[in-house]
């Protein structure tokens, strides 16, 4: 079911035009309420219910005996919706989180548009659909899960899924989880490493899941068996880091590198190894995912899969310039090597 296919039929028409408005599709004036009903398959009483919504939102307005026309300066600026998923919006000490906002917000301010955080979906969905508050061309929805989709079903304006489930009609923009992951495996494999084990992400997370399948597909390239004990999973936490590696280090075989899914449980694998003598880089190599400047300024400094947060974020931003209502965009992350790897000493 698409994000937006329960919605009244003229609250999808109303976010339809509004999009294609701020999308400068239409220029100055809307063709006329003919060829605009055939187009989006509706009555002209359903349109002229959705011109009169746009129009109390300021985007539109009706001149007697000359048409429809776009409010001066409308098409030029957008307005931008930001949502996060429940779970996200509890977690504020989620630095990955913290970086992609600040980098969405900058990316809209160098554009010249509006940067919308709604409390909620049901909120925002409510306010669009009763034509209050700022026209809206889009709606980021930062890391919602399966779980979670349903709750953007009330949107009228599409929908970009960031670091997300893939909504259907919806497009969504993802870093390279699969590739980075089998790049990140495949170096410590070239440094010698043959005990290699993975501390995989929140289970019900995307990235969590694709980086995990990324770590076994280098494996199996690798012609490397996948020992009992070798995958622990976390859920993206510091502390996730520190007890998959006390657990690692008291089995009577060690791995000699570890790929986490992101640089906090790569930082708390380091800590515990730190605490305990067991010299990072040397005794153990670790390699994180994200690409945080936290993960830089640490000794020994933490390899990891980073994610250039200002590409991302117009990745994003494009997608939603252009309307899209299906389809993924894909981030690269580059490997970054610091202190943390090296050659196996077992």
């Known amino acids: 079911m698409a994000a937006n296919e329960r919605l009244p039929r003229y609250l999808r028409v109303t976010g339809q035009i509004r999009a294609a408005v701020l999308a400068g599709t239409f220029g100055e004036r809307l063709p006329p309420e003919n060829e605009l009903a055939i187009k989006y398959r509706i009555s002209r009483?359903?349109?002229?219910?959705?011109?009169?919504?746009?129009?109390?939102?300021?985007?539109?307005?009706?001149?007697?005996?000359?048409?429809?026309?776009?409010?001066?300066?409308?098409?030029q600026a957008r307005t931008v919706a930001l949502l996060v998923a429940p779970d996200m919006a509890i977690h504020h000490e989620d630095m990955f989180h913290q970086q992609l906002v600040l980098s969405l917000m900058y990316g809209c301010a160098g554009r010249g548009w509006m940067l919308r955080i709604a409390p909620s979906a049901a909120d925002l969905g409510a306010r669009l659909g009763a034509g209050r508050g700022a026209a809206v061309s889009g709606?980021?929805?930062?890391?919602?899960?399966?779980?979670?989709?349903?709750?953007?079903g009330a949107i009228p304006v599409p929908i970009i899924s960031v670091d997300g489930e893939p909504l259907a009609g919806a497009s969504a923009v993802l870093p390279d989880n699969i590739g980075g992951a089998t790049a990140a495996v495949a170096r410590v494999v070239a440094l010698g490493h043959r005990r290699i084990a993975h501390l995989a992400g929140a289970a019900g997370k995307l990235a969590g899941r694709e980086r995990r399948d990324g770590y076994f597909a280098a494996m199996a390239q690798a012609g490397l068996a996948v020992g009992d004990g070798s995958v622990i999973q976390g859920a993206f936490r510091f502390e996730d880091g520190y007890a998959a590696m006390?657990?690692?280090?008291?089995?009577?075989?060690?791995?000699?590198?570890?790929?986490?899914?992101?640089?906090?449980?790569?930082?708390?694998?380091?800590?515990?190894?730190?605490?305990?003598?067991?010299?990072?880089?040397?005794?153990?190599?670790?390699i994180g995912c994200d690409g945080l400047l936290v993960s830089s300024l640490l000794w020994p400094s933490i390899s990891t899969l980073a994610l250039d947060f200002a590409v991302h974020a117009a990745n994003v931003l494009d997608a939603v310039a252009d309307d899209e209502r299906g389809?993924?965009?894909?981030?690269?992350?580059?490997?970054?090597?610091?202190?943390?790897?090296?050659?196996?000493?077992q």
Do not use: K
């Open 45 to 75: 009483m359903t349109l002229r219910r959705a011109v009169a919504a746009l129009a109390e939102e300021g985007l539109l307005e009706s001149r007697h005996g000359a048409g429809t026309f776009v409010r001066a300066g409308a098409a």
């Open 139 to 152: 709606c980021i929805a930062i890391a919602f899960g399966a779980e979670d989709q349903h709750l953007l």
């Open 246 to 286: 006390q657990r690692w280090w008291l089995q009577p075989v060690r791995p000699t590198a570890v790929f986490c899914a992101n640089d906090m449980m790569a930082i708390g694998a380091a800590r515990w190894a730190a605490e305990h003598g067991v010299r990072v880089g040397y005794d153990v190599s670790i």
């Open 327 to 345: 389809g993924i965009r894909r981030t690269p992350l580059r490997l970054v090597e610091r202190d943390s790897t090296g050659p196996p000493r």
